[in-house]
């Protein structure tokens, strides 16, 4: 031991930098779960604000969403022969609109906190995060429909519902990824608020939410489509969700790996867009 009480390789002033180092780190990334657990509550509350069914909008909508597709595609369509078809819709349905609401929000999450961002030093990835976890508020909310969906049809719960939370959590670093990524990008480029308006219209017809991929196989369209729709990372996120509530099985290798995959190529290529971007923020909003 050295005459000041540490080790003989560590001075006193190189431990007590090093302690407050770990010390400025923790109380950062406090302030920073403050910051989003306030912005998540603010943007729970003028959600429902002045609304007279309040969060119970969040159960009817998907429900009258499921009912009048369920009408509309099992009867005047003939789209799909699935099985259990207004419980595979509702989940298709929510579990898209988890993506959707995130992405959407996220995209003008660093834009809309231009005034914030101006008073108040605080960390810039926090506002599309915290958007992500907004809209997984409201998707806990939506389950409550799809549990009502459950009853009505009488179709008990197994064990593979656990598939759910890996599901959950993949789409969410998937969501947070593509919110720092386009969040980034929105900054400097206002087009890309329009631009992801069109490429989420179209996504949602290139995944399968209220038709099954059996139209495809069974039509024998070119193989590329049908691959393109297998790599599409919704259908990945959407058939584990179903697995663990509709079908009632373990999800398959292939959409496990690209569900993985989706989730980290997301997350990085969102990180280094935003790290290489973020200081140039507070220029252009």
Partial sequence: MGKNGYG???????GTTRGRGVVHV????????????QLVTKDFKLRYRRSVLGVVWSVLNPL????????VFSYFLRGSNVENYPLYL?????TFGLMNEATSTGLRSIIDAAPLLKK???????????????????????????VIV?????????????W??????????????????????????????????VLLTAWTYLTPIFWDLSLLTNSNAPWIVVAVVKANPMYNYIDMMRCAIVYQATPGSTVL?????????????????????????ILYI
């Fill in 164 to 197: 759910m939370v890996p599901a959950l959590l993949l789409l969410m670093v998937f969501c947070v990824g593509l919110s720092l990524l386009i969040g980034s990008l929105a900054v400097f480029f206002r087009d890309m608020i329009h631009l992801w308006s």
């Fill in 26 to 37: 923790s109380a950062g990334l406090e302030k920073d779960r403050f910051i989003l657990q």
């Fill in 64 to 71: 009258l969403m499921m009912i009048v597709m369920s009408f």
């Fill in 8 to 14: 003989q390789g560590e001075p006193l002033s190189q």
């Fill in 120 to 146: 108040v030093k605080v960390d810039r990835w926090v506002f599309p995060v915290q958007k992500v976890l907004s809209a997984v508020v409201n998707f806990a909310l939506s389950l409550i429909a799809v």
């Fill in 90 to 94: 509702i989940v298709g349905n929510v």
């Fill in 257 to 281: 790996i690209l569900a993985v995959a989706w989730a980290l190529l997301a997350l990085v290529a969102g990180i280094l867009v935003f790290r290489k971007t973020q200081h140039k923020f």
């Fill in 150 to 162: 459950m009853l009505f049809f009488q179709i008990a719960p197994t064990w593979h519902l656990v």
